[in-house]
């Protein structure tokens, strides 16, 4: 059993945790996200979610992702995310969804 848990813990240790600045990305994206429904009258339904803790979730996944995928460029990715949450809170207060969509935060960081 200890050996199963230390294979487990060593490729853990392989894989790239995403930088912080997607981390923040995912907060502010999840704060404008929240204040967009509330202010259009929808819930987290209309975006394909179950609440916010589901969307915030999906988001870090996200960012867990795009450190995979970013092959050991983690300082371009954390660039692009830091970009991304400057677009983020710089929308209105509220903003609206649609508005959130159009920053492409989201967008894969090898486009």
């Known amino acids: 059993m200890r050996a199963v848990a230390a294979i487990g813990l060593g490729l853990g240790a392989c894989a790239p945790e995403a930088p912080q600045p997607c981390l923040s990305l995912c907060d502010a994206v999840t704060e404008a996200t929240s204040a967009c429904l509330e202010a259009?009258?929808?819930s987290w339904a209309a975006k394909g979610y179950e609440d916010e803790a589901d969307f915030?979730?999906?988001c870090e996944?996200?960012?867990w992702e795009q450190a995979?995928?970013?092959q050991g460029d983690l300082d371009e990715l954390a660039g692009a995310c830091a970009a991304s949450e400057a677009a983020v809170l710089a929308l209105p207060t509220p903003p609206t969804c649609a508005e959130i969509t159009a920053t492409g935060w989201s967008s894969p960081s090898w486009e």
Request: charged share 10%; aromatic share 8%.
């Open 61 to 63: 996944t996200w960012a």
């Open 40 to 42: 259009e009258g929808l």
């Open 56 to 58: 915030s979730a999906s």
């Open 68 to 70: 995979q995928l970013a």
